[in-house]
């Protein structure tokens, strides 16, 4: 994945600058036992690199290149374009965001960057240049790592120089206000514009704002977003041929909703990811696996690195538990398992000082007499046990539509009821899916999707008529479908398709729906099936009327009582199956095992819940990952005997994977 590295990556965020020099001979010693290979430097070190306009200091850095180098450890070098210096602030206070209501943020935190303000623009060059020409050939570089976390936490920016980059954005893609006018649907209240300049961001309004317009300015503050990313990336290309530019995604639909990585992907050499485990009560490893499959996909396949994750609780979130002993190395080799590259964490050394200090880091506040240094020296004699799996390629059962354009159009406001969220039926899609034991793949909807025999799609509230036509062609041509419900409603301008829902998806369905009859709170309903066992929902129902879908459940109570709830319907060599009403996972199962058996997916009943097993494979070979997150041991048949990594022993039959414990397999031949 990076020239001259062989293996998996292992390190995380160094910040030395936050500490004595002296500190730093015993910082790449403990590096080095603990088996580090790359570290991330500069990303936050603006304000000392450049202490005043045109300034430069870069004696530490190239001190602290010169010894990671030395010790054979690799840098990921920032480009610290997420936190300009106060002096930058001082001279352009107009770079400073301002929110939709109004508020102009202050100098004190990070990211707070104007994306359109041309003075950070040039400010952000002139410091990416500098760092390129200084240490492009240096030995110790081995990846570019450009800005941080995209997006997190202002992702749009509403003062008076992003709206006039907004209305350049607008001509280019409309070339008319005819055509503008048309794609906004301005004449509904009175909204009509008949000169450039009158167009604004969407800021705080009365009551609720153009929904297109607002849709437009997501997209537009993505695009601006993402074009100082490609301007920083190409600089570096062209001053540093030949290596690699990364920045660090959030792809979990928990951590970041404002970028469209779709599009990200495409223009990152290397994909990388960050990933925190969310407490909110569920199973953590399950957003886990969903966010590296993501990540993945984003990657086309391809191998990406998880860039940071936590060694143990973070200080981010209102209860911030520690990991239990071994989740730490669970979390890690899951993302390997699902195509990382390696582990990197934030942050190497534990900070004494700022909003940070309570995060958890590699080496902690209780230094290398602690739990968590034991398991981070164990964690990279692992990896490099692993080293062999190092350019292979995780395997896919199946595969989630997913669109993060039509998130943006579905959490518009005035929708038919405020308990739809999109992300809660990808994530109970995913679950249900997860515990089948099925490894996904997550595609655009105007992807291909010829190579998956099952593909879902749980929300698609914007639906594309080349979306609708490709999801018909695969069904077509031998895929089975299941689709959920508010799916295919409406157009790019969240304009609602002519004719009755589900609009692009009507034909491939093979049903309309006369009307959405969603249930107040605490309202439940029953699904009822011949020979099949009874569902209940939540949330949602709908009028479903068949046009070549059969009824498979039909719903007993409730506002549809009568209607068909769950169809399916033959469309050429392929099934498309239609879900109108919100299930749980565990009623969500019933459904996909349907349709499983229609992709020629079998159960999979030998594999324990919390189990994961997930292959990779490469020219050399395949290797099977075991993942047990319960309490107990657990035996795992294997199609083959072969040798496991990790112990060095051979494994035939059974595979035993005691509690709480990782095993990974070379299968012979």
Known sequence: MLPRVRGLLYGGDYNPEQWPEEVWQEDVRLMREAGVSMVSVGIFSWALLEPAPGEYDFGWLDRLLDLLHANGIRADLGTPTVAPPAWFYAAHPEALPVSREGVRYGFGSRGAICHSSPHYRRAAAGITEQLARRYGQHPALAL?????????????????????????????????????????????????????????????????????????????????????????????????????????????????????????????????????????????????????????????????????????????????????????????????????EGAMFFQWRQSRSGAEKFHSAMLPHAGTDSRIWREVVALGADLAALAEIAGTRTVADAAMVWDWQSWWAQKLEWRPTEDHDARERADTFYEALYDRHLTLDFAHPEADLSG??????????????????????????????????????????????????????????????????????????????????????????????????????????????????????????????YVSARLGAEALDAVLAAASADAGIGPRDELPRDVEVVRRTGEHGAYLFVINHTGTETKIPLESVGTELLTGERAAGLLAVPAGAVRVVRLDG
């Open 144 to 340: 570019w790592h450009v800005h941080n976390e995209y997006g997190v936490p202002v992702s749009a920016c509403y003062c008076a120089t992003s709206a006039e980059d907004f209305r350049h954005w607008l001509r280019a893609r409309y070339s008319t206000l005819q055509a503008l006018n048309a794609a906004w649907g301005t004449a509904f209240w009175g909204q009509r514009y008949g000169d450039w300049a009158h167009i604004d961001a969407p800021r705080l309004t009365p009551t609720v704002a153009n929904p297109a317009q607002q849709l437009d300015y997501a997209r537009f503050s993505d695009e601006t977003v993402r074009a100082n990313f490609t301007a920083e990336r190409d600089l570096l290309h062209r001053l540093a041929p030949g290596v690699p530019v990364t920045t660090n995604f959030m792809t979990a639909l928990s951590q970041c909703d404002s970028m469209d990585y779709w599009a990200w992907g495409r223009e990152a050499d290397v994909v990388s990811n960050d990933h925190y485990l969310m407490t909110d009560g569920r199973r953590t490893q399950v957003n886990l696996a969903m966010a590296a499959d993501l990540t993945r996909s984003v990657a086309g396949g391809a191998p990406w690195l998880l860039m940071e994750h936590s060694t143990s609780g973070v200080s981010w979130q209102r209860r911030n538990p520690a990991k239990r002993p071994g989740e730490m190395a669970r979390n890690s080799l899951a993302h390997v398992a699902r195509g990382s």
């Open 452 to 577: 998956y025999p099952l593909v879902v799609v749980p929300a698609l509230y914007l639906a594309t008529e080349r979306a609708g036509d490709n999801l018909r062609a695969y069904v077509e041509g031998g895929g089975t479908l299941v689709v959920s419900y508010f799916s295919g409603i409406v157009d790019e301008h969240d304009s609602v398709h002519p004719g009755a829902h589900p609009g692009a998806l009507r034909d491939v369905l093979g049903l309309t729906v006369e009307e959405h009859a969603p249930l107040l709170a605490g309202e439940r309903v029953r699904l009822a099936a011949d020979g099949r066992a009874e569902l209940e929902a939540d949330v949602w129902t709908e009028f479903v009327v068949p046009r070549g879908a059969e009824p498979v459940w039909s719903y007993a109570d409730g506002p549809a009582a009568g209607h068909p709830a769950v169809t399916r319907h033959v469309l050429g060599a392929g099934t498309a199956w």
